[in-house]
């Protein structure tokens, strides 16, 4: 309770509460930057937002230093503002994506009484294209069957790029040779038959592989078309028809003609060699010539023991299997005067009366002769010992 004669005044009291350095520094979240590869020394980090440490004390307690800690942190520095910049200790030495694609260290932030905290920071290496494709494989060398259709695959070319995102997408192209027969998926760089092939070409192309960010690399193909064993050999002719004139060719090689039969293969399964495919005699006296196919008679030949030889001669290429075909052929033996005329029998008797009026028949002689035509014809005429008694006519009647 207030006397009344009490008299009050007031007056306003300030208190400064001087600041301790109690509150550590502290990071919202972590953080995360990136730099392109291939970034020279002195190039910052990009991190949004900035790295920034709070601390609550005042003055000198709330200033704040920051460090890196890690590996790999030697090659950045961090500055009081919260960027963070490559220098690597080497100036020349940059950022290779695909030797090491991120860095992961720690943000330490330290107040001027020392109490700190830290954070993570991850610095992702951008890629950058400075890498060309590279061939799995060297140079190619492809055997193609002329039989190939199209549509069917050849080979297969592979490039790699240790780039990243659409610096290793890979396309591929055939930038000489090829001649259209022949073409290659881009993506998958699967090589395949568009159109015919002939037996015997030789493709040879070059073949580019080129990444999303122009670099390319080069390798060659060389697809051989290799004949397949697809044609039997054909004679010029559907038959063959010889002549010889009998006699003994024992001593001696008489050439009659040549066989001849073509294959539209190459190579050894074009080749052809003949043979005489027929079962024939020890003595049979033709042979042929396996590589030439001239007919040659050798021996004896005897038309009036046999007039007409028939046989099989078959031309045989050296395919794996082969391929054949068969002709006829036939020689004709032509007659030579090689024969005497002979007398069915010998001697004939006959018995004259005597007085007999001239032109009497005796007798009827008879010779034959196995040659032919003019050869096989017989004529008759007397020798010595008749006195002129008797005469013979050209039937062989003796009168």
């Known amino acids: 309770e207030k006397h009344p004669t009490t008299k009050v ?25 990136t730099i392109k590869e291939n970034s020279k020394a002195g190039t910052a980090v990009h991190i949004v937002p900035m790295i920034k440490a709070i601390d609550n004390d005042i003055g000198n307690n709330s200033m704040i230093e920051y460090s890196l800690s890690g590996d790999g942190a030697d090659m950045f520095t961090i500055m009081n503002s919260g960027s963070v910049i490559f220098t690597p200790v080497d100036p020349m030495q940059m950022l290779d ?40 494989h060297g140079p190619l060398f492809v055997l193609l069957p002329e039989i190939a259709k199209p549509g069917s695959k050849v080979v297969e070319v592979r490039a790699t790029d240790i780039d990243e995102g659409i610096n290793s997408k890979i396309q591929y192209y055939i930038t000489g040779g090829g001649n259209g027969d022949i073409r290659i998926d881009r993506i998958t ?7 015919s092939l002939k037996p015997g070409t030789i493709y040879f192309m ?6 999303g960010g122009g670099l390319s690399a080069r390798t060659t ?14 004679f010029d002719s559907s038959s063959y028809n010889f002549n010889i004139a009998e006699s003994n060719y024992t001593n001696d090689k008489v050439k009659l003609g040549v066989l001849r039969a073509r294959d539209e293969d190459i190579g050894r399964n074009g080749l052809v060699e003949y043979l005489i495919s027929s079962n024939v005699a020890s003595d049979f006296p033709f042979s042929i010539d396996v590589h030439t196919g001239e007919l040659f008679a050798q021996g004896f030949i005897d038309r009036e023991q046999r007039e007409i030889y028939t046989f099989e001669v078959t031309a045989l290429d050296y395919g794996e299997p082969p391929s054949n075909s068969t002709v006829e052929v036939k020689i004709t033996i032509l007659d030579k005067n090689d024969e005497r005329p002979r ?15 001239p032109g009497h028949k ?38």
């Open 189 to 195: 760089g699967e090589i395949f038959v568009v159109g």
């Open 343 to 357: 007398f069915y029998t010998d001697p004939y008797l006959a018995h004259v009366p005597e007085n007999l009026d």
């Open 206 to 211: 070059n073949v580019s592989a080129v990444d």
């Open 9 to 33: 005044s007031v007056s306003e009291v300030i208190i400064d509460v001087l600041d301790e350095n109690d509150q550590v520094p502290t990071f919202p979240h972590s953080y995360t930057g």
């Open 362 to 399: 005796v007798t009827q002689i008879a010779a034959f002769d196995p040659d032919l035509a003019e050869n096989g014809q017989v004529f008759y005429k007397l020798g010595a010992g008749h006195d002129n008694k008797f005469y013979i006519d050209g039937k062989g009647i003796y009168e």
């Open 97 to 136: 994506r695909e030797t090491r694609s991120a860095y992961k260290f720690k943000v330490i932030a330290k107040d001027m009484g020392g109490l700190s905290s830290a954070t993570d920071l991850l610095i992702n290496v951008d890629d950058e294209n400075d890498n060309a494709p590279i061939f799995q």
């Open 221 to 234: 193909v060389n697809v051989t078309i290799i004949d397949v064993n697809n044609h039997k050999p054909t």
